[in-house]
């Protein structure tokens, strides 16, 4: 049997309003998602540069720290094995007795530039302890801490600051004071 003409079936499908409102929707949670997402990015990104310039900082100032401590200060008598002549505010340069006690290593301190090179004797040839700098500084202390030394036999403590610059411009300054060995 067939239905009478007014009951005529008809298929039915989306409205242009309905589409455009569905599309309208998909567009602004598809902004909302790419910002998300490119923040999350950036931020990211940021926290990588940041970890890696302090990474570098840390490394860098344990090595000059560690260099510097291998420094022998007789406080009786000028040390056998001391500094190769006054060291100014950016380079340093001493003769360190190793442990075989007969071998005797120069070590150099260049911080004059960018990158900082520390360099040795023997295998000649100067290693980058970092980059990024923007500043260096050296300063040398007497026994109490907080004279200025005159000469290489008054010093006693070397103080460093090392200031990196990450690639957004970010500072990252680091200051550490070292004390010298004494005399065995």
């Not at 200025?148 to 103080?159: L, N, P």
């Amino acid at each position: 049997m067939r239905r009478p003409a007014s009951h005529h079936c008809r298929s039915r499908g989306f409205t242009l309003i309905e589409m455009v409102v569905t599309l309208l929707i998909l567009a602004i949670l598809g902004g909302v998602t790419a910002y998300t997402i490119s923040h999350g990015a950036r931020a990211y990104i940021d926290s990588r540069t940041v970890v890696t310039t302090l990474s570098k900082l840390r490394l860098a100032s344990e090595r000059l720290a560690r260099e510097i401590r291998s420094v022998r200060r007789d406080p009786a008598a000028p040390a056998q094995y001391d500094f190769n002549g006054f060291p100014t505010a950016t380079d340093l340069s001493f003769d360190r007795l190793e442990p075989d006690g007969v071998t005797v290593t120069t070590v150099s301190i260049d911080g004059s530039g960018n990158p900082i090179t520390l360099e040795y004797n023997t295998p000649s040839g100067a290693q980058t302890l970092t980059d990024q700098v923007s500043s260096f500084s050296l300063a040398y202390y007497q026994a109490d801490g907080v004279t200025a030394a005159t000469s290489t036999t008054d010093i006693a403590f070397v103080e460093f600051e090392l200031v990196l610059q990450d690639s957004n411009g970010n500072s990252y300054p680091q200051r550490t004071r070292v004390a010298l060995r004494n005399q065995e």
